[in-house]
């Protein structure tokens, strides 16, 4: 059974600081995918990344793929209010099935 | 480009009641996928439809069904619904080129 962990599930900072989340997982994915979910409504694609080591830069978010493509990771830099969410990361499988593999999930507070 | 369509946002039912959630995808999308989420065990994986049959199945019980027309729209059905079914029920459309976009669900509540 494939897993993400994701961590940390909970994160409270102030405008101006940077973070860092992180997904794990035992498994290889064949890419990994973050997104962005506010309450009361579907999840909203951020990047996708496929290539082991990829880097991808999202204006002030970077996302980062692990050599072996089984983590990947978020840092924001200088996280602004309109950063609050939750933030969620998945990983799809070798077939193209539809499935993707969620992580449990990283709700941010940006305080002003 | 329209985005992903689910009615209805929000829906209450009896324990024991069926209900049938729907989703129009994207157009030109072929496949739709169906998750479940709850705050304790966050987004699950239902079942995945492409071009009309089920391409893949997540570990839920019979009760969960799906079907999806030839037009791409998906439907799923939760039969003799338990408390424990309460959640938001989010459907993404997929293609090769656009990757996945969700709807913004439908919140389940069972009484």
């Known amino acids: 059974t494939q897993l993400l962990e994701q961590s940390p599930q909970f994160l409270s900072i102030q405008e101006g600081e940077n973070l860092t989340v992180y997904c794990n997982s035992s498994?290889?994915?064949?890419?990994l995918q973050w997104y962005r979910q506010e309450p009361g409504e579907g999840p909203v694609l951020l990047v996708t990344v496929v290539t082991g080591g990829e880097v991808k830069k999202l204006k002030r978010l970077t996302f980062q793929f692990g050599d072996a493509r089984k983590d990947s990771s978020l840092h924001i830099t200088a996280a602004q209010p309109g950063d609050t969410g939750l933030y969620l990361c998945?990983?799809?499988?070798?077939?193209?099935?539809?499935?993707?593999?969620f992580g449990q999930g990283t709700t941010l507070q940006v305080k002003p | 480009k329209a985005g992903v369509t689910q009615t209805p946002r929000y829906l209450i039912k009896t324990r024991g009641q069926q209900v049938t959630l729907s989703c129009s995808p994207i157009s030109g999308h072929r496949s739709v996928s169906w998750y479940q989420q709850t705050p304790g065990q966050g987004l699950q994986f239902l079942f995945e439809?492409?071009?009309?049959?089920?391409?893949n199945k997540g570990n839920f019980p019979g009760r969960f069904s799906g079907r999806q027309f030839s037009n791409s729209r998906s439907e799923m059905n939760v039969s003799t619904l338990e408390l424990g079914d309460s959640a938001l029920y989010l459907c993404?459309?997929?293609?090769?080129?656009?990757?996945?976009?969700f709807g913004s669900g439908t919140r389940l509540t069972v009484v």
């Open positions: 998945a990983g799809a499988g070798s077939s193209n099935t539809g499935k993707l593999i």
């Open positions: 498994s290889v994915f064949s890419s």
């Open positions: 439809y492409f071009s009309e049959t089920q391409r």
């Open positions: 993404a459309s997929s293609s090769v080129f656009d990757g996945y976009t």
